[in-house]
């Protein structure tokens, strides 16, 4: 087992980016699209010996690492229960994972190059429930909640998504919604140079401006 963070010196928070997009198909139905972004990179000095893939990285080897993750998300909601001022309704839609982790050994006492890099693409299905509230003239609540776990061919996994936010009118139609979300997933893959698991996601507090048309 790698602990990125532990083990590769990476930093437990991070600023990333993410972009989505809402159609109202009709009054009940809805299409969601997502994208979110997340580039890491690391440099320490091993404090153990790591094999990852197809090379061995001795102790007290100075090494780079990188993880480069895009999640592509796309979901369908309809509400089952749609009012002036609150609708609840179920979603299905998946996740798909872009995922790009290396390591790259460095330093003076190094004869050749020692790097290795796995990438894969994992399709993650999931369901879940959603559901809004007018809390005043200007306040909105948000909130939803995502889960499944499914194999797929040599891939597997296991996903579970959340979000709370609160929304405020500025002006018109553009909101400021700060909220709370979390993407916590482990990827089972099996390929011609890996055979393992990969676990990984992010929590923490959004801040997000939104404009309605």
Do not use: C
């Amino acid at each position: 087992n790698i602990d990125f963070e532990k083990d590769l010196g990476f930093s437990k928070s991070s600023v990333s980016f993410t972009g989505s997009f809402e159609w109202r198909i009709s009054k009940r139905s809805r299409i969601d699209f997502e994208y979110f972004y997340l580039n890491r990179s690391s440099s320490k000095t091993l404090e153990k010996t790591i094999e990852f893939g197809e090379q061995t990285f001795n102790i007290n080897t100075r090494v780079t690492a990188f993880s480069d993750n895009q999640i592509i998300r796309v979901a369908y909601g309809y509400a089952i229960l749609s009012k002036p001022k609150y609708e609840a309704g179920l979603l299905i839609g998946a996740h798909v994972l872009l995922g790009d982790v290396g390591i790259r050994a460095e330093g003076n006492n190094i004869n050749a190059e020692i790097k290795e890099n796995l990438d894969f693409t994992a399709p993650l299905p999931d369901v879940g429930i959603w559901g809004q509230f007018v809390l005043g003239k200007r306040f909105g609540l948000y909130t939803n909640i995502n889960y499944l776990a499914l194999k797929i061919n040599d891939i597997s996994g296991r996903i579970m998504s959340y979000n709370l936010s609160v929304l405020y009118n500025v002006s018109g139609n553009f909101n400021l919604i700060a909220g709370y979300t979390g993407l916590n997933f482990k990827v089972d893959v099996e390929k011609e140079r890996l055979n393992g698991f990969f676990k990984w996601g992010y929590n923490g507090p959004t801040i997000t401006a939104a404009y309605t048309f």
